[in-house]
């Protein structure tokens, strides 16, 4: 089997450095270069302890793609950078599998049609883990049925965005499915601003941010009688792996952006 040549944006990070070791282990694939904000000229080997990579690191993902072969660019950045890189990428056909967030409805269609002109395929994962996946479907299932629901997201207090990714993503599947309610009492009113949580489409999202944690969300319907919980923890960043591996293996057989992973595994 031909190796998929992958250039990793961000790879001194906390998600960057599980992605080295599973790059590291995977036959197929091959780390053909690296683009960090720091360190240019230097080798991945010299500043992450795997002897094993020889990749030269770059600081501008443009001049990186001009002197690297490469097939995908997995980057595991920041919101605004991850947006950028996909870009980039695209016009120069090469696959982006993003790990980052922030991107609006409008950037999506744009990318998307971009993606569909260059006939190149591009994946967008607000969250890798299997697990996470299987908990936004199983939610879009009950807000049929349970339409009350509140979003609680937990995360470590390194995390730059809120609400995450996950959280919005999940909140956008129920929404195709959910009849629009208004919830809690009428008249309710939140005495501290921020009380409620951010509102979408009448469902409340919250954010807790506390060291200690990783990537946590729990999705709460609430019915007449009942309540039902659907969970997911991420107790550390390998649990995203498996979802990296598996977009990186089929970015290279599609030829337009898929937005969540959802909608490639069966
Ligand atoms: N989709 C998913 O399943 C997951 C996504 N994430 C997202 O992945 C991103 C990275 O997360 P962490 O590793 O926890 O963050 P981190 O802060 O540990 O790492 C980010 C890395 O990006 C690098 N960086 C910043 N600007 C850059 C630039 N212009 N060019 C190249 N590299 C640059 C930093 O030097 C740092 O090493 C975040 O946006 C986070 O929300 C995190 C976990 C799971
Ligand atoms: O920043 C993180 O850590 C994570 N970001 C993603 C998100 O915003 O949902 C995925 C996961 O929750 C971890």
């Known amino acids: 089997m031909e190796k998929i040549r992958i250039v990793l944006a961000g790879p001194r990070g906390k998600m960057g450095t599980e992605a080295l070791k599973m790059i590291e282990s995977t036959p197929h694939f091959e780390l ?31 001049v990186c793609l001009d002197e690297t072969v490469a097939d995908v660019l997995i980057d595991l ?3 605004e950078i991850g947006k950028k890189h996909l870009e980039i990428a695209l016009e120069r056909n090469v ?19 971009l993606a569909a002109d260059r006939q190149t395929g591009a994946i967008i994962a607000p969250n890798f883990a299997i697990g996470a996946i299987l908990m936004m479907k199983f939610s879009q299932m009950a807000a049929k049925y349970l339409p009350h629901v509140e979003i609680i997201e937990k995360h470590h207090d390194q995390k730059l965005d809120a609400p995450s990714g996950t959280a919005l993503k999940t909140a956008q599947l129920i929404t195709e499915v959910r009849e629009s309610v208004k919830q809690g009492h009428p008249e309710e009113t939140e005495d501290l601003p921020g009380a409620r949580g951010a509102e979408l489409d009448g469902m409340r999202i919250h954010s807790v941010r506390l060291p200690g944690l990783v990537a946590h969300q729990e999705v709460i319907f609430g019915g007449e009688g009942q309540t039902l919980t659907i969970k997911h923890d991420s107790m550390n960043r390998a649990s995203f792996m498996p979802g990296v591996k598996l977009a990186v293996e089929r970015v290279m057989k599609i030829d337009q952006l898929v937005y969540g992973l959802e909608n490639i595994i069966e």
């Open 32 to 62: 053909a270069a690296a683009v960090d904000s720091r360190n240019g000229g230097k080798r991945i080997k010299d500043i992450v302890g795997l002897p094993s990579f020889e990749a030269l690191i770059y600081e501008d993902l443009h």
């Open 77 to 79: 950045t920041k919101p």
């Open 95 to 113: 696959r982006p599998v993003i790990g980052t967030t922030g991107f609006s409805d409008e950037d999506l269609r744009r990318l998307s049609d």
